[in-house]
Nanobody, 119 residues
Framework: QVHLVESGGGLVQAGGSLRLRCAVS????????MGWFRQAPGKEREFVGV????????YFADSVKGRFTISKDNTKNTVDLQMSSLKPEDTAIYYC????????????WGQGTQVTVSS
């Protein structure tokens, strides 16, 4: 069984930075593309960004492009979402997810971590 656990959320002022971490157990993260999603109160969950299984490429939603980056540490089996220049509209619960190679769905999800950006 694969488990994903997010950490690193918290309260930050607008313009600040946070680093979220997704720790994966049960399988090597090299078997998965790893994505980040978020859900703000009263809104649907939305895509934030993804890094491919090899860690060679990543892409992001327009709303976070240039401010967020994703990195993988295969030795630690973790994936980080580095968030900078945070805005109040970035406030949400952030989730990491894993998509197996060849899969068309996000196969596993974490429980989420709250990020709150104050103005």
């Amino acid at each position: 069984q694969v488990h994903l656990v997010e950490s690193g959320g918290g309260l930050v002022q607008a313009g600040g930075s946070l680093r979220l971490r997704c720790a994966v157990s049960g399988r090597a993260i090299t078997d998965y593309s790893m994505g980040w999603f978020r859900q703000a109160p009263g809104k649907e969950r939305e895509f934030v960004g993804v890094i491919d299984w090899a860690g060679d490429s990543s892409y992001f939603a327009d709303s976070v492009k240039g401010r967020f980056t994703i990195s993988k540490d295969n030795t630690k089996n973790t994936v980080d979402l580095q968030m900078s220049s945070l805005k109040p509209e970035d406030t949400a619960i952030y989730y990491c997810a894993a998509q197996g190679v060849g899969s068309y769905e996000w196969d596993y999800w974490g429980q989420g971590t709250q990020v709150t950006v104050s103005s």
